[in-house]
Each structure stands twice: as structure tokens, then as C-alpha cells.
């Protein structure tokens, strides 16, 4: 079958007609249908409802009554349980708040108020407010929020193209390496938000030993989704180790939390850190809390036995149930586009996104026709800075929210407006 944009234009007419139909019958089934943010549906929360009866008692190991104020940096069971998962010393963590969110929006608060800490023997950074500019640099496709964190500051976002591997290095070390003003990267090592890519350990160790023109650069390592496996099983690379050995021990912020675990509403956020990055950020931290919510810290504990073997079992039940979502997606996009040449797309083994590119020009059109049909996609854009696709061509599948039913409507209609769109721009209706 010759791609699409080869056929002649009596065939494109008549495609097009044969699409508009099929387009109008489905607006004409009034469905109401969302598949734009990453949120977990109805089936998979219901796996963690033991978390509610959780607690027995109220007393933490050590003895401290959870209902009560203190434990400014988390309840130490919890640390060591996050540790043995990913591997990461329960002396750099804090543990608070239901949102790793949180934890990064303090994060850019406490280098734009007070400064980086060096950890080096140097001086201290200034505040990154009495900078003359900050940039960060922005793999894209990327998360909208992590953009909203930093563009909230005022910071500049620098797009760098996302690669298989991770970001084009060759691309950050160039711009990291040649203005001071480049301060920090945002990076998901494992299964990126949406193209669901894991980070090289060669592309982490770069990171890590990275001659940046900043001495203050910072990475933001969000593994948001290091737990989230769906076909076989990746980890981050150990990005402290790497930054140690490469002289930076204060160069990593990491950022993890439980929200896609058990409860969004209801999880932990945790902020892991260097040594003096830590004692800086809980000495801001006893400023604004006198203790995060320890109940939510030990039930968490409890209903997982404090044992990182049965976080893993219990994300294998995730993902039994997220698994055909993604097998439905992926099987109908190939379905549907194969040979035509209208979209690519990466095929993730984890995570909760699929990142799909529709002809450069249409993605704002698709994700417009899909909601005058009863479909609402996460907006075309919002991958890149300031929303901005320079091609206007990606756009982030999320299929964790919905029953199989509806995504099977949903990828109808889906596959539909892609086509009529590409059609509209190639026959100029």
C-alpha cells in the first residue's frame, strides 16, 4: 500500500469522503470520552482499598504517634522501604505531601530564594533570582508540568530533542557547556513522559560528568514512573553514584513518589538529594510544616509490609490490568495507519503514555476534531515549552484512565480525524 501523501488526488477525494462519513456518524453517537491526562482508572485503584484499613495502631516503629505533629523529613520505615526500591540512601530522602509536584516546585523555590549549596569547598551560589537569566533545558516531547515548574520562576525553556536513549547529549553539553546562564535539566529516566524512552547509562554517566559553564547546574531526575513496567523491567542508572564520582555529590535532585501506586490523593511524594542540598532544603522545610501527613507515611508502610518485594508484586497487578490498554492502543494504530505513512510512534515497555506523531501541520486539527466528536486528548502542544510544537505533530495518548471500551471508541474516532486532518491539509478543504 503506497503512502498517503503519494496517491494520486482522486484517490485522496475519495478517502476523504469515506472518512468525513464515517467521522460524522461517530460525532453523531454523542460520546463523551477523555483521554488526556495519565491518571489511573477506577480498576486499578481499586487494588490498593486494603490502604484505607491499613492501620491497626497509630504507633511508628520507633514509637512516634503518627497522628501528632514532627517527623519534619518523613517517618524512617517509609525512607527504607523507598531505598531498598529504588536504591537510593534513606539519609538524602525526604518524605512528604501526596506529590513528588510539590517537592519540585520547592525545589526551583529554594534555588531562586536562597541558592544551590556548592558541596564542592566553594562558595555557595547566589540566589538564581539575582541572576542575569536562567534557562532550563526541556527534552521534548516532555512533561507540560515540569515546563510549568520552571517557566513559573521565570525561568526560559530550552528545548533539546529527545532520543531512544534519552536527551541528545551532544546537544545539552553543547548548550550546558557554553552559556552560565543554562542551570538545570529535566530528565525521566525511566519510561519518559510521553515517549516512554528509558535514559542510557552512558547518556547518565554524561550527565553526571558534564563540564557545565554553570557551577550551580542542577539535574532534575523526576523517576516518576521507575516502578511502572508493563513489558519486562528497567532501572534508572545510579545517578547519585554517577555524580559522585564525577565530583558533583549536590548535582541530583530526585523525585519519586506513590501516586500511581496506590492513591493519587493519598500517596507520598519524596525528594532525594546531596548531603548539604538536603540540610538546606529541611531547614526551609520546618518554615513551612512542623510534619507531613504521617498517617498517609505509615499506612503506606503497612499496607505494603515494609518489604520493596511487595511493591513490585503489586505493580505486576497494575500492570495486568493496564497492559491490554496499551496492547489495544498499539494494535490500533498499527491496524489502522500502517502503510499509510500518517503516524510513528514510540512503543513503551512502561509508564503510562504513548507519544504518537500525526502529519507535521495536523495535530491541532486532530485534537479538534476528536473534541467536537466527544473526545477530549491532551491539547496539541502541550509536550513542548510554552505549548509550542514547532511541527505541530505530537500528541500524548493516555490510555490508563478509560475501560477498553471506551478506548476502543476513542481510537475509532482517534484514527479517523487523523486521517481527515492529513486529507483537509493535503486537499486544502
Not at 513559573?152 to 551532544?170: K, Q, R, T, W
Not at 529535566?186 to 547509562?201: A, H, L
Not at 504521617?294 to 509490609?305: E, M, P
Not at 502542544?381 to 490508563?400: E, M, Q, V, W
Amino acid at each position: 500500500m503506497a503512502a498517503w501523501n503519494e496517491l494520486p488526488k482522486e484517490r485522496l477525494d475519495a478517502l476523504f469522503g469515506e472518512n468525513k462519513k464515517r467521522y460524522d456518524e461517530l460525532a453523531a453517537l454523542g460520546l463523551k470520552l477523555d483521554l488526556s491526562r495519565g491518571k489511573p482508572g477506577p480498576d486499578v485503584l481499586d487494588l490498593s482499598n486494603g490502604l484505607l484499613g491499613a492501620l491497626e495502631d497509630w504507633r511508628a516503629e520507633d514509637g512516634t504517634d503518627v497522628r501528632n505533629y514532627g517527623v519534619v523529613t518523613g517517618l524512617p520505615e517509609l525512607k527504607n522501604l523507598f531505598a531498598e526500591l529504588l536504591g537510593v540512601s534513606a539519609e538524602r530522602m525526604i518524605v512528604g505531601g501526596n506529590s513528588s509536584l510539590t517537592h519540585m516546585y520547592n525545589s526551583f523555590a529554594m534555588l531562586y530564594q536562597f541558592g544551590a549549596p556548592d558541596g564542592m569547598g566553594g562558595m555557595d551560589s547566589k540566589p538564581w533570582q539575582k541572576a542575569d537569566a536562567v534557562k532550563i533545558l526541556c527534552p521534548v516531547p516532555g512533561y507540560d508540568r515540569h515546563f510549568g515548574a520552571a517557566s513559573d520562576f521565570g525561568a526560559e525553556l530550552v528545548p533539546v530533542p529527545m532520543e531512544s536513549d534519552g536527551p541528545d547529549m551532544d546537544e545539552v553539553e553543547r548548550l550546558a557547556s557554553s552559556d552560565p546562564a543554562v542551570k538545570g535539566i529535566w530528565v525521566i529516566p525511566v519510561y519518559s513522559n510521553p515517549t516512554g524512552c528509558v535514559i542510557s547509562e552512558e547518556k547518565a554517566r554524561r550527565l553526571a560528568q558534564m563540564r557545565a559553564a554553570a557551577p550551580d547546574f542542577r539535574i532534575f531526575w523526576d523517576n516518576a514512573y521507575g516502578v511502572h513496567h508493563l513489558w519486562g523491567e528497567n532501572s534508572a542508572p545510579d545517578i547519585f553514584a554517577l555524580c559522585g564520582e564525577a565530583g558533583y555529590p549536590e548535582r541530583v535532585l530526585y523525585y519519586f513518589s506513590t501516586s500511581k501506586i496506590n492513591f493519587p490523593g493519598g500517596g507520598v511524594g519524596m525528594v532525594a538529594a546531596g548531603p548539604r542540598t538536603v540540610e538546606r532544603m529541611t531547614a526551609h522545610i520546618k518554615m513551612q510544616t512542623i510534619g507531613f501527613d504521617k498517617i498517609s507515611q505509615l499506612r503506606t508502610v503497612r499496607f505494603f509490609g515494609g518489604k520493596a518485594e511487595n511493591v513490585s508484586a503489586h505493580m505486576g497487578k497494575i500492570a495486568e490490568v493496564l497492559r491490554p490498554k496499551f496492547e489495544l492502543v498499539m494494535d490500533r494504530l498499527d491496524s489502522e495507519f500502517s502503510g499509510t505513512g500518517l503516524v510513528s510512534y514510540e512503543r513503551p515497555k512502561g509508564g503510562y503514555f504513548i507519544s504518537v506523531d500525526v502529519p507535521d501541520g495536523c495535530a491541532k486539527r486532530v485534537v479538534a476534531l476528536a473534541k467536537e466528536a466527544g473526545a477530549v486528548l491532551t491539547p496539541a502542544g502541550a509536550t513542548f515549552p510554552y505549548g509550542k510544537d514547532p511541527r505541530d505533530s505530537n500528541i500524548r495518548l493516555a490510555p490508563t484512565f478509560p475501560s477498553l471500551e471506551e478506548l476502543g471508541s476513542t481510537m475509532d474516532l482517534f484514527a479517523v480525524c487523523v486521517k481527515l486532518a492529513a486529507l483537509e491539509k493535503w486537499l486544502g478543504v
